[in-house]
């Protein structure tokens, strides 16, 4: 049978990551094994912001025994070989080796302030990032009951750590990260979102008396960009409170450009005559989608930031609230919706039938008003 390793013993360096924040926490490990009083400097970081178990160990070790004596410490290891017996109790792994390692590295233990600083950074660096990857994995999980309302509350817990974070590092104006940001991720199930913005915009053509309530719906919350496009055509009509059927919007799509894509007037026709259900049903569908994929990006683009190293604190503060300004906006309109938090479960878009109370109140109504 191969050797399980114990817990932690391949936390050591002998195998150390080329981080460079490694080093740094063995440079100020060694700092306050050779001159503990260096602890009274060292500021900001706790046993959870060093990157491996042992080294966290170390920490909790060399803070939690009492301190030893200057010109003790100095004659002999006594005060060594505690840290290393306490450290052992978390990291079974830690020889007196690696403890001597460890004041070998240290190139000046009077720069222990510095080496906490950069520690400090490091460990918030891995928390953005823990919480962005977070965000990401909620708006990809089917299994929530009310994803809009799960997904927001994972994006304030990704804007409470950017607060804090902002708190130990005041972000300084203007410095962005240089990141790439990763490419816009598309919708979860993109077929149901084609055939859903699809009954919205024939719904909203046979109704047009009904845009005026959906005001918070934006033609980028729609997937497709000739759907886009149709949406500010209906949107403009019924502004202007000029006659709207599937001819005048066609008609207002080639004066806007729509299709210029290559899209056959004949099929936007065909998709503008075949309405069911609610406009507002469908408006809050597209914008519920819209949300989970703004969260998504946003999640992605702080994720980019944070996985690069050359980051500073400081820009990823600036990087991450701008991302997270995408997110407040399409929460403010999800909120005027009077969906907030959701409560009805996805409806199945196999077919093109709206939900019933709606389609009961549109039933009453002549199929086709007389504009």
């Not at 950017?162 to 005041?170: G, K, L, Q, T, Y």
């Not at 962005?176 to 009954?199: F, G, H, K, S, Y």
């Amino acid at each position: 049978m191969p050797h399980a390793p114990e817990p932690l013993e391949d936390d050591l360096d002998a195998i150390a990551p080329p981080q460079p924040v490694f080093h740094v926490e063995q440079a100020l490990l060694g700092a306050l094994l050779l001159a503990p009083h260096r602890l009274d400097d060292v500021t900001g970081i706790t046993a959870d912001s060093f990157s491996t178990a042992a080294h966290a160990a170390l920490y909790t070790a060399i803070t939690s025994l009492p301190r030893p004596e200057p010109a003790e410490h100095a004659k002999n290891t006594k005060w060594l070989d505690r840290v290393l017996a306490t450290g052992r109790e978390q990291a079974r792994g830690l020889t007196a080796s690696y403890i001597h390692t460890l004041v070998q590295v240290c190139p000046w233990p009077s720069h222990a302030p510095a080496y906490a600083r950069m520690v400090e950074a490091e460990h918030a660096r891995r928390r953005l990032q823990t919480a962005a990857e977070r965000l990401v994995h909620t708006v990809h999980d089917v299994s929530l009951p009310h994803p809009v309302q799960t997904v927001l509350t994972e994006a304030d817990a990704l804007a409470a750590v950017v607060d804090d974070i902002a708190n130990r590092f005041p972000p300084r104006a203007g410095v962005l990260p240089r990141t790439t940001a990763p490419p816009p991720p598309a919708a979860q199930d993109p077929a149901e979102a084609v055939e859903e913005e699809q009954i919205l915009l024939a719904t909203a053509t046979a109704y047009p008396s009904d845009i005026d309530a959906v005001r918070w719906l934006l033609p980028e919350d729609l997937t497709l960009p000739l759907h886009a496009g149709l949406w500010q055509c209906l949107t403009g009509l019924a502004r202007r409170r000029e006659p709207v059927d599937p001819v005048t919007v066609l008609w207002e799509a080639q004066q806007r450009g729509v299709l210029d894509d290559g899209s056959e007037p004949g099929e936007v026709l065909r998709l503008l005559a075949e309405p069911a259900g609610s406009v507002e049903h469908w408006g809050e569908r597209a914008l519920q989608r819209s949300l989970l994929v703004t969260a998504e990006r946003t999640g992605r683009r702080i994720e980019a930031y944070a996985g690069d190293p050359a980051n500073t604190p400081f820009q990823l503060v600036v990087g991450a609230r701008r991302a997270l300004a995408d997110i407040a906006a399409v929460r403010t309109r999800w909120h005027a919706t009077g969906s907030a938090p959701p409560q009805r479960r996805r409806p199945a878009a196999t077919t093109r039938a709206g939900p019933p109370t709606t389609t009961v109140a549109h039933a009453a109504r002549s199929t086709r008003a007389t504009r």
